[in-house]
């Protein structure tokens, strides 16, 4: 498995926005949610959210099994088009990534 953890700094003033795009997303577009998951490979995708006086950190949580991605992908290819919206948004109201080193992950026992 692979886990990347990323601290995301939300742009001054652009917290509510980016928290109203994910809540429509948990409930108009959980099926496109799940269809580029699985596209990716992705088993567990978190986003949290960290107030702070200076400023609005998310911290993104995601676990894929690359292996088996790039398996898939050789037998039939990407079909997943790019959520532009998503894009466009993340653009919008990140400041600054910031890769956080995983220390510990346990997944469920083989």
């Known amino acids: 498995m692979e886990v990347q953890c ?7 003033g652009m917290t509510q926005e ?11 577009k959980m099926e496109f949610v799940y269809e580029t998951m699985r596209s990716e490979n992705i088993v567990v995708e978190s986003i949290f959210l960290e107030k702070g006086e200076d400023a609005d950190h998310i911290i993104f949580y995601t676990r894929s099994n690359p292996a088996e991605k790039a398996a898939e992908e050789r037998e039939q290819g990407s079909a997943i088009p790019v959520d532009t919206a998503s894009i466009e948004m993340l653009q919008k109201t990140w400041d600054s990534v910031e890769s956080l080193e995983v220390l510990f992950d346990a997944g469920r026992l083989p």
């Open 6 to 12: 990323l601290k995301v700094k939300i742009k001054p």
């Open 18 to 28: 980016f928290i109203d795009f994910v809540k429509d997303m948990q409930v108009n």
